[in-house]
């Protein structure tokens, strides 16, 4: 990621499981410019990352992605979400279990909405999954950035994929 911010860039926020894993693969997409690691969708304020894992707190691990819409789209975004991880499993992906760790999409703008909402019917009609698809889409609620450690948690040790 090494593209500028600028101030056209525009935001989306994804829930798709750990969100070490989530924030590299959208680290990776040329014309994003910045990725935060947080929680959103939960009635705490200020959440910790242990108060999160209780799973009484109502947040999803989320990545924040700042992309700029002359270099990626959002529909490409939504692309890369549905293609890493298993929009079919509820309340977990593959070894990490809570509702804290769902599939979810946040939108922003109701154009985010429309496009989250037309490119999850695409997916169900396709007859990829056996499954239905639990992937929700919900209107963006406040921020709250994790804690340092987590951010960038994969690019800091080396690793391009969560080891687990």
Request: glycine share 8%; charged share 25%; hydrophobic share 35%.
């Given at each position: 990621?090494?593209?500028?911010?600028?101030?056209?860039?525009?935001?989306?926020?994804f829930?798709?499981?750990?969100?070490?894993r989530?924030?590299?693969?959208?680290?990776?997409?040329a014309?994003v410019?910045?990725?935060?690691?947080?929680?959103?969708?939960?009635?705490?304020?200020?959440?910790?990352?242990e108060?999160?894992?209780?799973?009484?707190?109502?947040?999803?691990?989320?990545?924040?992605v700042?992309?700029d819409p002359?270099?990626?789209?959002?529909?490409k975004?939504l692309?890369?979400?549905?293609?890493?991880?298993?929009?079919?499993q509820?309340?977990?992906?593959?070894?990490?279990?809570?509702?804290?760790?769902?599939?979810?999409?946040?939108?922003?703008?109701?154009?985010q909405?429309?496009?989250?909402?037309k490119?999850?019917?695409?997916?169900?009609?396709?007859?990829r999954?056996?499954?239905?698809?639990?992937?929700?889409?919900?209107p963006?609620?406040?921020?709250?950035?994790?804690?340092?450690?987590?951010?960038?948690?994969?690019?800091?040790?080396?690793?391009?994929?969560?080891p687990?």
């Amino acid at each position: 990621m090494n593209d500028k911010k600028n101030s056209n860039d525009e935001r989306a926020t994804f829930g798709a499981g750990c969100f070490w894993r989530v924030e590299e693969i959208f680290r990776q997409i040329a014309g994003v410019t910045e990725t935060v690691v947080g929680y959103m969708g939960g009635a705490m304020k200020n959440p910790t990352y242990e108060d999160v894992c209780t799973d009484r707190t109502g947040h999803v691990e989320v990545v924040q992605v700042m992309y700029d819409p002359v270099r990626v789209t959002y529909e490409k975004l939504l692309v890369a979400f549905w293609e890493n991880h298993d929009p079919t499993q509820v309340n977990r992906q593959g070894p990490d279990v809570g509702k804290h760790y769902r599939s979810v999409i946040f939108y922003g703008t109701p154009q985010q909405k429309l496009a989250a909402e037309k490119s999850k019917a695409e997916r169900e009609k396709s007859g990829r999954y056996q499954k239905p698809i639990a992937t929700a889409i919900e209107p963006a609620g406040i921020f709250y950035a994790a804690e340092e450690y987590h951010q960038k948690f994969l690019a800091k040790r080396g690793l391009g994929s969560c080891p687990i």
